[in-house]
């Protein structure tokens, strides 16, 4: 039995999220975004990632904490879920850790109720506060993110 989870912290909107790290391929800087008309505010646009055009997705509006701003110091954090890949907008990229069982407690109805579907787990942090374990795959196969083609 796994007793411990390798994640990265990442900040979106003030508020720090983990994400493990098996679903992270890659972190880097923002790079050059086309954006794309007519869609919701989670598709900030696409961009080029060594030849392969990649969705770069804003999960704050579906996580309810509103929209980010495209600033060039962001980062993106280019992950793959069960064979789709996605860049993930983030304000900043904390640090990578490993996170014991033990501390993850399963969220409860006092967590925001837009979060509840996309988090996994949570703990407290003495240096950051509360900090939550996203649930990549409910997010990679929610109706938000799969009413474009994106892959």
Excluded: H
């Amino acid at each position: 039995m796994e007793t411990e989870t390798r994640v990265s912290l990442v900040n979106l909107l003030d508020q720090l999220f983990a994400i493990e790290i098996k679903y992270i391929r890659e972190v880097l800087p923002l790079p050059r975004v086309t954006r794309l008309p007519n869609v919701e505010p989670q598709f900030v646009g696409v961009f080029n990632l060594r030849g392969k055009i990649i969705s770069l997705i804003d999960i704050c509006p579906i996580l309810g904490l509103g929209a980010q701003k495209l600033l060039p110091d962001y980062f993106v954090v280019a992950c793959e879920v069960n064979g789709k890949s996605a860049g993930l907008l983030a304000e900043k990229v904390m640090e990578m850790r490993s996170l014991e069982t033990d501390q993850m407690q399963i969220p409860g109805s006092d967590l925001q109720p837009d979060l509840l579907p996309y988090v996994s787990a949570m703990y407290e942090d003495g240096k950051y506060g509360s900090v939550y374990v996203l649930d990549l795959p409910a997010l990679f196969e929610s109706n938000a993110l799969n009413k474009y083609r994106f892959e």
